[in-house]
């Protein structure tokens, strides 16, 4: 069997963009063993829902632990494979799930599978911690609270609105949040959020600006269609 479950708005044709963020995917085999995944949405809540049905007609009556193949048969189907964006969503959700039943199916965490532990601990950064956030003070405030709660890095998008270009002013007010974080806690790593929204030559402009402030990195600094950007 294979459901489909919503945490959010049902994905009717009256529901927000933003609608349904997680959509989860239940297997059940023959024997009873459940697997367990999650596809991605972004603002395409109802194509992926739609598109986890599609796929459920040919996930359907395989042999679950034929992983490979089972994704191979997708590839087969899917023409538009390489930008179909709720395709991808929708099998990273099958493939998951799969995983997950497969490791039931032989009595063993997934990991094992994949060839054991390798570290013993991993480290996590903080995320959605700056809500509110506008001035350097309140980032500032809002990270002294993430590192109370053992965090050693903090991932933040100080850019506000701009899309695209970013204006002077906008570097600006990103170089003091950023520049602000640095000097009162030194020791914390600052990983850059830039949401995959500007052309390369304001991502360019934008690292030389803040490269100076050691950031961590900087996470998706143009467009996810600019393949040739990102290589610059």
Request: net charge negative; charged share 25%.
């Amino acid at each position: 069997d294979i459901d489909i479950y919503e945490i959010g708005e049902p994905t009717g044709q009256s529901s927000s963009p933003w609608s349904s963020l997680l959509l989860f995917l239940k297997i059940t085999t023959d024997d009873g063993y459940v697997g367990w995944g999650e596809a991605p949405t972004e603002l395409m809540a109802l194509p992926v829902y739609e598109e986890l049905r599609e796929l459920g007609r040919i996930f359907k009556g395989t042999e679950v632990t034929d992983i490979r193949k089972n994704i191979e048969e997708v590839y087969k189907h899917e023409y538009w494979m390489p930008v179909s964006m709720q395709t991808t969503a929708a099998l990273s959700a099958f493939e998951m799930a799969s995983w997950d039943a497969t490791g039931k199916i032989y009595g063993m965490p997934v990991y094992k599978i994949f060839g054991g532990a390798f570290h013993s601990r991993v480290r996590a950064y903080a995320n959605a911690w700056y809500g509110n956030c506008v001035s350097p003070e309140d980032f500032v405030k809002k990270a002294k609270d993430a590192i109370k709660l053992g965090f050693t890095a903090v991932k933040f998008d100080p850019f506000g609105d701009a899309f695209d270009n970013i204006d002077s002013e906008h570097i600006a007010h990103a170089v003091d949040i950023i520049s602000s974080l640095r000097q009162e806690l030194p020791n914390l790593d600052l990983l850059i959020e830039c949401h995959g929204r500007f052309n390369a030559n304001a991502a360019i402009r934008i690292a030389n600006k803040i490269k100076e402030y050691d950031p961590f990195f900087m996470e998706e600094p143009v467009h996810p269609d600019q393949i040739e950007g990102l290589s610059r």
